[in-house]
């Protein structure tokens, strides 16, 4: 469910026409609906109440210090992989030790940065880490609270660039030699192993993952335990899918009803690292169609968001519905079927101004002919879009807006040009 809805024909985030954010803020837009923000962090925090779980956002998501504030004033914590999301983090107001510091490769200044903050635990995921993490506690005079990251080596869930948990990934440590691992630091006066960490892949449109994930896991508390720490946290990371194409994801409550068990088998507490399935839906992403053209038999819409706006269909091959902001009466409007040809619509590929053939958000797509301004909506949108922006083509990155019923501010203004250059100025040669 989200709050992005055709009223006679009109696209609507809330009660705002589309159309009308366009032309106050310009495109390429993202527009972000609060209350589905808040649907779904609720839908999360209500389907694993019994288990009273720390919900940490995962910043990386989607980083707008507006929405990690919202999302924290609902009761969430935030999972950070980097110095610059714990800042974004803290920023908006995260209490440290609702915070776990998630990442393959920490530097020792990002340690450091985490252990002076406070934050709740670190998830390490090398025995070289674990290692770092004890000499940098050392030289603070601090214990550095741990939980191990574990790679449970499953078959494989997701696209193979996003799926963190088949033998052979840089993630986690090896559940083949965690414990060898867990044993070297058993009494360490500087690192204190208080739980385990698993994050599957993403998007998980099944809850098996988590059931043989949590198989092995519950083996692993228990022998981590009798090696002598204090395992007192389980962290299931995210990962949970979204509707992309239709209805093919699953509530939270099928999750809930394959990890709850095991929390409580397990007797710890419950920590969860949720991000596309809260913010994914939650934004669109509108583009103006600046050309149309045919070349070798395709037909393109040219329009000005990008692959440096969006890019998972270039790095994921991902599906994203996009639909007209206005369809013109003999139109179909959403709810639909996209894979399937409708009246009035001919294939075509929907691609952005920038200088690579890889540049595209939809290929081979049922469309309706396009004209110069007409405006285009690339639905959920909200998870890996602005986050994995960038200025290629020197493009200046798009502006995000927040709309809360019939009311919309500005959470990040368009890029300028000069912002393009301005982290070059004043180094001299
Ligand atoms: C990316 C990531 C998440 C969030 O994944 P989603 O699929 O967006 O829920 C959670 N935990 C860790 C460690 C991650 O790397």
Not at 323 to 335: D, M, N, R, Y
Request: glycine content about 10%; hydrophobic content about 40%; overall charge neutral.
């Amino acid at each position: 469910m989200d709050h992005f809805t055709y009223r006679n024909r009109i696209l609507h985030c809330e009660d705002v026409p589309v159309a009308e954010l366009a032309a106050k803020y310009g495109t390429p837009l993202f527009i972000y609906s609060q209350a589905t923000l808040l649907e779904n962090l609720k839908e999360i925090q209500t389907a694993f109440a019994p288990a009273a779980p720390t919900i940490c956002y995962s910043i990386k998501t989607n980083g707008n210090t507006h929405i990690a504030r919202l999302m924290v004033n609902n009761g969430a914590g935030c999972d950070v992989t980097s110095g610059g999301e714990l800042y974004r983090a803290l920023t908006a107001g995260c209490p440290p030790e609702r915070i776990c510091f998630a990442g393959v490769g920490k530097t020792d200044e990002e340690m450091r940065y985490g252990l002076g903050t406070g934050v709740l635990m670190f998830n390490v995921e090398s025995h070289a880490e674990l290692h770092a993490l004890g000499e940098v506690a050392k030289s603070m005079g601090k214990v550095a609270p741990v939980a191990l990251r574990v790679n449970p080596d499953l078959p494989p869930k997701t696209h193979a660039k996003t799926d963190t948990s088949v033998k052979g990934v840089k993630f986690g440590l090896d559940i083949d030699t965690i414990l060898e691992v867990a044993q070297g630091v058993v009494g360490h006066p500087h690192l204190r192993v208080q739980g385990l960490h698993m994050h599957l892949g993403s998007p998980i449109l099944s809850a098996d993952p988590y059931r043989q994930g949590l198989e092995k896991g519950l083996k692993l508390i228990e022998a981590l335990r009798k090696q002598g720490h204090p395992i007192e946290y389980l962290n299931m990371g995210g990962g949970f899918g979204i509707n992309y194409r239709k209805q093919e994801a699953l509530p939270a409550s099928a999750f809930a009803e394959v990890i709850l068990p095991a929390v409580k088998q397990s007797g710890c507490k419950l920590v969860l690292e949720p991000g596309r399935f809260i913010v994914g839906n939650a934004g669109l992403l509108v583009g103006r169609v600046i050309f149309t053209k045919e070349s070798g038999g395709k037909h393109y819409i040219i329009q000005d968001a990008a692959m440096n706006d969006l890019i998972r269909p270039t790095l994921y091959d991902s599906f994203h519905r996009i639909w007209p902001v206005a369809p013109e009466v003999g139109l179909a409007t959403p709810p639909i079927d996209y894979e399937i040809e409708m009246a009035n619509t001919f294939k075509q590929n929907v691609v952005g101004p920038v200088c690579e053939s890889g540049d595209f958000l939809a290929k081979d797509r049922y469309l309706p002919r396009a004209k110069r301004g007409d405006l285009l909506a690339v639905f959920s949108a909200g998870a890996y879009g602005m986050a994995m922006s960038s200025n290629y083509n020197s493009r200046v990155r798009a502006a995000e807006v927040l709309v809360t019923g019939d009311k919309h501010r500005l959470i990040r203004r368009r890029e300028t040009f000069a912002d393009l250059i301005a982290a070059e100025e004043h180094c001299t040669a």
